[in-house]
């Protein structure tokens, strides 16, 4: 029974992620990312991995024109996210998540779910990004606005690649709506 719930949690982590996940990279890897001060009272500046020597996981300064949608708020919001999992607060990030991203899977879930896959994977050595994109719509996604950020990600000696896919939510806010790891 614990095997299943954690299957359909898994399966709920993919389809969170899986907004994004379908779509392979096609640009070369971008360099790495430089840092930003971080905003006092944010996951960034309580001791998270993403605060260590050597991990370069803040956004860099918007290079596109200013008539382009900028994808610098949604990587901020990321960033801030992917904190509090490097950090192992599973349950924050799920608070954090966009409404629909909380819709696709339960608290409880989504931290089982997500110790069993970064757990084994070891510690955090590095992120760099990879590609990012905006996206007005994703298929089998709500409708909205996202945008689909790469990452090159080191986990102990084992190279990985995160897709973190935030969302503008109603608000106003962006939001992460998907992760996923391969």
């Known amino acids: 029974m614990y095997l299943r719930k954690l299957t359909s949690a898994f399966f709920a982590i993919t389809i969170a992620a899986g907004i994004a996940s379908a779509q392979e990279p096609s640009a070369p890897a971008a360099p790495p990312v430089p840092p930003a001060p971080a905003t006092p009272g944010t996951a960034a500046t309580q001791g998270s991995p993403a605060t260590q020597p050597g ?5 860099p300064e918007p290079a596109a024109p200013a008539e382009e949608v900028s994808t610098i708020p949604a990587q901020r919001a990321a960033l801030a996210w992917l904190a509090l999992v490097d950090a192992g607060s599973y349950g924050l990030s799920w608070d954090e998540g966009s409404a629909t991203f909380r819709a696709a899977i ?23 990004l990879r ?11 709500p409708p909205g606005e996202y945008v689909v950020i790469l990452f090159d990600t080191q986990f102990g000696e084992r190279p990985s690649l995160e897709t973190v896919t935030p969302m503008l939510d109603k608000d106003g806010t962006w939001r992460v709506a998907g992760y996923h790891i391969r």
């Open 55 to 59: 991990l370069s996981v803040q956004p």
């Open 106 to 128: 339960k608290r409880d879930d989504w931290e089982k779910a997500l110790a069993a896959v970064r757990g084994p994977l070891g510690e955090l050595r590095g992120r760099k």
């Open 131 to 141: 590609q990012m994109r905006y996206a007005n719509g994703l298929p089998k996604a």
